[in-house]
């Protein structure tokens, strides 16, 4: 069951990241990796980072990298606890280089890497031989721990859906595993959760965020960024969404055949914040014809 279930996860995820079902532990028995094998720079560096953030002695932590293992470059990255009571994170290096967000910071990175510290805190990481399946709950609660850590770092609800949104590309669910907007709902939660703390215990004003299918939007109300777009990009139809009631005396685009039709962006907006008069334009006085 073990071995259909990997070949099932195989095909059908390309690149996503998840835990469980598989025994990494005999990566390192390979004649060529302990020792040969050193953590590249940017893992150690996204470790030490997150354990500055979290508060947890990264050197209890072993990174492990591996290019060849069909699995885990499947997976992407996994936690598992060796030798008794080593923790690991393994992981495919090319996976982790090629994250990237839209707004191209390192959140999506830090993400998938606090997901398998949190499952380490967890304990989560049971014996693959006896515990093969990857646990819905399990994984949702490594994301809100990875988004709270991150939240309190700076990163806003959008950034966290930026990350999941950056290393989650398969819409199918996998077998006891989240889908990709299950992640997304469980990390604006964490966020709002980490968010209205802060606002509470340390006075701070920072932001809370509706939650819509699949996406976080800014308060407000009105008309949304479906996705990130890009200054001077023309605003269609499927690129926003109304969402909510304004404030009446609210002075900010409503309707989009009244109010958006023929406008472009001035600035740059992330996927989920709200258009104003502020930051789009008439795209023929803007483009220049
Ligand atoms: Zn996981």
């Known amino acids: ?37 050193p953590p590249n720079v940017t893992a150690d560096q996204i470790l030490r980072k997150l354990s500055d953030i979290a508060s947890f002695n990264s050197d209890t932590f072993h990174l492990h990298a591996d290019s060849d293992d069909g699995d885990l470059v499947a997976q992407g990255t996994a936690a598992q606890t060796c030798f008794k009571n080593q923790r690991y994170i393994f992981y495919n290096p090319a996976f982790v280089d090629q994250i990237r967000t839209k707004a191209g910071n390192d959140w999506a990175k830090l993400f998938v890497f606090a997901h398998e510290v949190a499952h380490h805190f967890n304990n989560d990481p049971l014996d693959p031989k006896t515990d093969p399946a990857p646990n819905k709950n399990q994984e949702l609660l490594a994301d809100r721990s990875a988004a709270k850590w991150l939240a309190q770092d700076g990163a806003t609800a959008l950034d966290l859906v930026d990350a999941i949104n950056a290393f989650v590309v398969n819409e199918n669910r996998v077998r006891n ?61 499927s690129e926003v969404l109304q969402f909510g009631s304004p404030p009446s005396g609210a002075n900010r685009p409503l309707n989009y055949d009244h109010d958006l039709d023929g406008m472009c962006m001035a600035r740059a907006l992330q996927g989920g914040q709200l258009l104003t008069w502020d930051n789009i334009g008439v795209c023929a006085l803007m483009l220049g014809h």
């Open 177 to 237: 595993y989240p889908s990709r907007c299950e992640r997304v709902e469980g990390v604006v939660e964490a966020y709002n959760k980490e968010a209205e703390r802060e606002n509470r215990v340390l006075g701070t004003s920072r932001s809370l965020y509706d939650l819509a299918p699949c996406m976080a939007l800014e308060k407000g109300g009105g008309m949304y960024a479906r996705r990130d777009l890009e200054p001077k990009t023309p605003l269609r139809a």
């Open 1 to 37: 069951m073990i071995a259909n279930w990997s070949r099932f996860a195989m095909v059908t995820i390309t690149i996503a990241t998840h835990c469980g079902a598989q025994d990494y532990c005999g990566l390192l028995n390979k004649p060529h990796a302990v020792g040969a094998l």
